[in-house]
């Protein structure tokens, strides 16, 4: 079985990188990446760039994506513009795509990465935090996503991945906001597929599982997550790394995957098929949610 790329814990590049995929694949192409601040979103933002891309990282937060960037520019030496954006705001989409056709007169890649998610019961998720997961995640990527079709896609084409989860696929405890939030994206992955094509735009999801050094396994596997690698109940028995999931979502966005459009790429050791649900206890020692 081959061994996982090697990877770093939090948002750092990493300090020698192998390609396993031409070094020019996308060179001079620009990515836009939604989250591309920390986490996932960091990772493909490097491993794009390390393969000749220039990158806008998009984020709430702007000092996040400040560092980011300088990190990123540091490692790879391309060009990465960070912007502060808040995916649920279409004028601001609107204001930011406009900034980085400004900085690099086109964008050739969305990755829409921005997300939010929590443990919680159904039963005591409040209204607010249930529409507060649907607007960045379903809301976010359908804004991001109309805005570059609208400026740029429409006339010359492009690519669209969508980070989205396998929550979607069965049921699942404490994520009923999440698990919505993603099978409408995957819905509209489809939707838009079918619809853009003809204007040779490819919209594909990329479905990631437990990945260590990540936010997220450490809100949603609890403290003792990532301590260890080894997941005896996921088929592959190891978690994920990051970088692994860039290199997905790097064959989603270049030519590599020429011919696909409307697929879910599914990253995750085999997990969603074999992961216990052992509803009883997650649900009694869940976390209640507070937006």
């Not at 948002?11 to 060179?27: A, I, M, N, Q, V």
């Not at 560092?67 to 790879?76: D, G, Q, R």
Request: with cysteine; charged share 15%.
């Amino acid at each position: 079985m081959a061994q996982p790329p090697p990877d770093v814990e939090g948002d750092d590049c990493l300090p020698e990188y192998r390609h396993l995929f031409c070094p020019d694949l996308l060179r001079d192409q620009v990515a836009f990446i939604t989250g591309g601040g920390s986490g996932i979103g960091f990772r493909i933002a490097e491993v794009f760039m390390r393969h000749g891309c220039h990158t806008v990282i998009a984020s709430r937060s702007l000092p996040r994506v400040l560092t980011a960037a300088k990190k990123l520019a540091a490692a790879t030496g391309r060009r990465c513009l960070p912007l502060s954006v808040d995916v649920r705001d279409a004028p601001g989409v609107m204001a930011a795509v406009d900034q980085a056709l400004q900085e690099f007169g086109k964008v050739d890649i969305l990755v829409n990465c921005a997300a939010g998610n929590f443990l919680c019961p159904a039963g005591a998720l409040s209204f607010n935090a249930f529409k507060t997961v649907i607007d960045i995640d379903t809301i976010g990527t359908f804004n991001v996503s109309r805005v570059l079709y609208e400026k740029v896609f429409q006339n010359r084409g492009g690519v669209i991945v969508n980070i989205t989860a396998t929550l979607g696929l069965r049921g699942q405890v404490l994520q009923v906001h999440a698990g919505s939030a993603k099978a409408a994206v995957d819905a509209m992955t489809r939707h838009l597929a079918v619809e853009w094509g003809p204007r040779h735009v490819r919209v594909n999801s990329l479905a990631p599982g437990p990945i260590s050094g990540t936010e997220g396994l450490r809100r949603l596997g609890g403290p003792q997550a990532g301590r260890s690698t080894s997941v005896p109940a996921i088929p592959l028995q190891r978690l994920g790394n990051k970088t692994e999931v860039a290199h997905s979502a790097l064959y989603l966005a270049s030519s590599l995957s020429s011919y696909v459009t409307g697929a879910m790429l599914v990253v995750d050791g085999g997990a969603w098929l074999t992961l216990p649900n052992q509803a009883r206890g997650q649900v009694d020692s869940a976390p209640l949610a507070k937006l």
